[in-house]
């Protein structure tokens, strides 16, 4: 079965301070693919990131960037220089290759305080 | 491009009312899913489906039924409401990945209350 695992229910940071949210995922899939979804607190989802199973290049985005390490089965997110505008809810997801099992984690609640 | 459209954004349901959520995507999407979100336990898949005619259970099946009649829709039915029940539903669709680039789009939420 896959799952996802975000162990940080909660992080709070002052603004201009970097943050690293943690995602760890159990698949037994060769090619699968992770995501990164932001829920800020008016409730839409917006989707932040997609990568697969075969590329394990990280990724920078802006202020965003996001380090994929299939060894350790993890995809953590840091936002560089946060901002009080990144205060939302961040979820990591996992999918098959077949777009079956679509499974989210628990979500990391940020706060990025003035 | 409407993108994914949830119907309705609201709803409340005494214990026992049956219900249908409406999702319509006009990305030809192959692939719909149904999941709910509660405070703590992040975004639980219900039932999925990949394809028109086509539905599974995700994790969390149980009191929810659903169809997939049409490509571009993906109902989510609740036959005897009850408090658990009560949730915020969202519905999203994607292509499937092997077949390219692409990201899964979600719908704005349902916010369901049943009393």
């Known amino acids: 079965a896959q799952k996802v695992t975000q162990a940080q229910t909660e992080i709070s940071v002052v603004e201009k301070e970097d943050v690293t949210l943690d995602c760890v995922y159990e698949t037994r899939d060769t090619t699968y693919y992770l995501f990164w979804y932001k829920q800020p607190p008016s409730g839409e989802l917006v989707f932040l990131i997609r990568?697969?199973?075969?590329?394990?290049q990280n990724e920078i985005s802006g202020r965003y960037s996001w380090n994929f390490q299939k060894s350790t089965s993890s995809f953590n997110f840091t936002i560089t220089a946060s901002q009080v505008v990144d205060s939302a809810v961040y979820f990591c997801?996992?999918?098959?290759?077949?777009?079956?099992?679509?499974?989210f984690g628990p979500g990391t609640r940020l706060s990025v305080l003035p | 491009n409407a993108g994914v459209t949830q119907t309705p954004k609201f709803r409340v349901l005494k214990t026992g009312q049956s219900m249908t959520l409406l999702c319509a995507q006009d990305m030809n999407h192959e692939y719909m899913y149904w999941y709910r979100q509660d405070p703590g336990m992040g975004l639980r898949l219900i039932h999925y489906s990949v394809g028109e005619g086509t539905t599974a259970k995700g994790e969390v099946p149980d009191g929810y039924n659903v169809s997939r009649l049409k490509k571009q829709n993906f109902l989510l039915g609740l036959e005897s409401a009850a408090p658990s029940q009560t949730s915020v539903y969202f519905c999203a669709s994607q292509t499937p990945g092997h077949l390219g680039d692409t990201e899964a789009f979600f719908g704005q939420g349902t916010r369901l209350t049943v009393v």
């Open positions: 997801a996992l999918s098959d290759n077949y777009g079956q099992n679509f499974v």
């Open positions: 990568r697969n199973s075969f590329d394990e």
